[in-house]
């Protein structure tokens, strides 16, 4: 499980202004990663955020990974964005 030192959010790309950018660590871009909202690769110019996904393994064991997405499809989860069908920098 995570401690306390143990980064929950971590951000990649070029800063954006919000607060994670400034409190949370940024990472490399995870090239060629799938964006988890719309599944398209995320390219070397793309920003977004990187979180733990957490799910049931063999025998009940709780495990982790971590995975990316872009920040388009990070915010339109809670903040509607027409005219978007990615939230990566190649779609726009």
Do not use: K, N
Not at 7 to 20: H, I, K, Q, R, S
Not at 29 to 39: D, I, Q
């Amino acid at each position: 499980m995570l401690d306390e030192t143990t980064p929950t959010v971590e951000w990649f790309g070029d800063e954006w202004g919000a607060a994670v950018c400034r409190e949370c660590p940024q990472v490399p871009v995870p090239v060629g990663e799938r964006c988890t909202r719309c599944h398209r690769r995320i390219a070397a110019t793309d920003a977004g955020i990187v979180v733990p996904l957490y799910y049931l393994g063999g025998a009940d064991a709780i495990r982790s990974r971590r995975v990316a997405t872009h920040l388009g499809c990070y915010v339109s989860q809670f903040v509607p964005v027409p005219d978007r069908a990615c939230g990566d920098r190649a779609a726009r």
